[in-house]
């Protein structure tokens, strides 16, 4: 594959981040390139420094959607800039506990092997938080969970996906936070869980990229919308990127296929 960017560094630079960018950048099905400064993806925020807040007011970030749960956001510990706005969405949904028993069990909840599952069996999730990034106040918007992998990459797979962006560089895109594995591992102070994830995928007949291929070709965004009750503002808003973009033609069914 060629360089999937027009240009291939999209890091967001912030002290204290190490695995946040710019979904701007990346190729279309029209040849078009996905808007900058749009939207953007990282790790968990409060791990900012003061400078680094100074930063994503520089790169135009107005508005932070929190993906986390209660629970992970209760142990946050730094204020945050005044200009800020915040809006918490849930995305895991825990309290299903039937859904999330096998995944937390066999530590497939780290993969994601679990995308197309939890978006077929809790659409309103992944619909909240997309309807927060589209109507968020004015500026770029930045989502983020913990270590901006998972629930950062199932929600960047949709938003990327609905405006049209060539499949290769959405799982180009999701592979950047794997190879950013040691330089996570490093920023949270712990081993890299990238080799125990892949061989955990190799177990189940697949591997970290081929999971996430699999989410992808199945994510059928139409069904997907109707089933999250998105609305037609909503819609509008998610299928050129807050207006930043021009609408991608859209056709029921996969439009990856």
């Excluded at 995308?115 to 968020?136: D, K, T, Y």
């Excluded at 500026?139 to 270590?147: K, N, R, T």
Aim: glycine fraction near 12%; aromatic fraction near 6%.
């Amino acid at each position: 594959m060629g360089d999937p960017t027009e240009n291939k560094d999209r890091t967001l630079r912030v002290e204290g981040l190490v695995n946040g960018r710019d979904l701007g950048g990346l190729r279309r099905a029209d040849g078009a390139l996905t808007p900058r400064g749009v939207l953007f993806r990282s790790e968990n925020v409060d791990w900012i420094t003061g400078n680094g807040w100074q930063q994503i007011h520089d790169a135009g970030i107005r508005s932070v959607v929190d993906l986390r749960q209660q629970g992970e956001r209760d142990t946050d510990t730094k204020e945050r800039p005044s200009w800020l706005t915040t809006i918490h969405v849930d995305l895991d949904g825990v309290e299903n506990k039937e859904f999330w028993a096998d995944y937390r069990d066999s530590g497939l909840v780290g993969t994601a092997m679990y995308f197309q599952p939890h978006l077929a069996a809790m659409p309103e999730r992944a619909g909240a938080a997309i309807s927060a990034v589209i109507n968020a106040p004015a500026g770029g918007v930045l989502f983020h969970c913990m270590g901006g992998r998972d629930r950062t990459g199932l929600l960047a797979m949709a938003l990327l996906h609905a405006i049209g962006t060539d499949p290769e560089c959405i799982v180009d895109d999701y592979l950047e936070t794997v190879r950013l594995g040691d330089a996570r591992a490093a920023r949270g102070e712990r081993n890299n869980v990238e080799p125990r994830l892949e061989e955990l995928c190799r177990q189940h007949g697949t591997t970290t990229e081929g999971a996430f291929r699999d989410a992808l070709e199945k994510f059928d965004l139409h069904t997907f919308l109707d089933a999250a009750k998105l609305t037609d503002r909503d819609r509008e808003g998610l299928f050129t990127w807050r207006g930043g973009a021009t609408p991608t033609p859209q056709r029921p069914g996969n439009a990856s296929r």
